[in-house]
């Protein structure tokens, strides 16, 4: 768990962030609201979670010399290859191209309890960058997290993938609350329009009620950040996206009611959802 300098355990929000099909802009949005999470005052930590496929050290123009690769093989611990991105943010790096952490087995998820259980890093917030699609590890730090946050966008085949993840964490692993955000849309009523056809089919199909967190417009400055390597809230300040992640940040800070919440849940967690199959 994460002890606090008067060792006292301190509860943190964890909020896994995911997406059913890549390409929607999840890990961008994961770095840019973790920017605005410190100009707000927060202590943040994201955990690259897609283990084979790193994202967050390219957003942040970073290249760790240790990673979570490091930390399962038993020759670093996890303190040792946490790392400091902009703005004083703990990243914790994922591997590249190593596909036998795809999917955790059951000694990695102790290795990992054991590592977080004797962390000592002062933190508010954990975001958890996912993997998309449905795969174990998705599905291992989602029911762990505190709070679900999907990432979709207007294409059909994001808000069918969506659709998809939800679908797998309410009948498999029973989880009943998804926060939704609709990314890259031309107005605010288009996204409501997508959140009610994925909140329609998730209320007849699987008898859930979705959590409408907000949009983020289509914007160029997004792109022209990204071939920058460089968060767009830095380089395009009052850019319309820009300022949709100062908007979402206070709503993220007021997440985290559910009882699983600490830090310590979120790990214990990884240990048994893998056989809830």
């Known amino acids: 768990m994460l002890k606090g300098n008067d060792k006292k355990t301190k509860n943190i929000i964890t909020i896994a962030v995911s997406s ?26 994201i955990f690259d979670a897609d283990l084979g496929l790193s994202n967050i050290d390219i957003l942040f ?28 943010i703990k990243v914790l790096p994922a591997t590249s191209g190593v596909q036998e952490f795809t999917s955790l087995d059951e000694f990695q998820r102790l290795k990992i309890l054991e590592e977080f259980d004797s962390l000592n890093e002062n933190i508010d917030i954990l975001l958890i960058d996912t993997a998309a699609g449905i795969s174990e590890n998705v599905a291992f730090f989602c029911v762990a997290a505190q709070e679900i946050l999907i990432i979709t ?18 009948t498999r692993y029973q989880e009943r609350r998804f926060n939704i955000l609709v990314n890259s849309v031309s107005s605010k009523e288009e996204s409501i329009e997508i959140f009610k056809r994925l909140s329609i089919a998730a209320e007849r199909f699987l008898s859930i009620s979705l959590n409408y967190l907000g949009f983020v417009p289509f914007d160029d400055s997004v792109k022209k950040a990204v071939k920058q390597q460089k968060p767009f809230i830095d380089l395009y300040p009052n850019s319309p996206a820009s300022k ?34």
Do not use: C, W
């Open 20 to 45: 059913g099909k890549g390409g929607v802009g999840k890990s961008n949005i994961v770095a840019n609201l973790a920017i605005a999470l410190r100009k707000l005052g927060s202590e943040v930590m």
């Open 61 to 88: 123009q970073m290249a760790p010399k240790y990673n979570i690769q490091h930390v399962l093989t038993g020759q670093m611990s996890l303190k040792d290859v946490i790392v400091e991105g902009p703005h004083g």
């Open 153 to 170: 966008a207007p294409e059909p085949t994001a808000l069918t993938d969506a659709y998809a993840l939800i679908k797998v964490l309410s």
């Open 244 to 277: 949709k992640m100062f908007e979402l940040a206070p709503k993220m800070l007021n997440m985290g009611g559910k009882v699983k919440g600490s830090l310590q849940f979120f790990i214990g967690s990884l240990l048994s959802v893998g056989d809830n199959k």
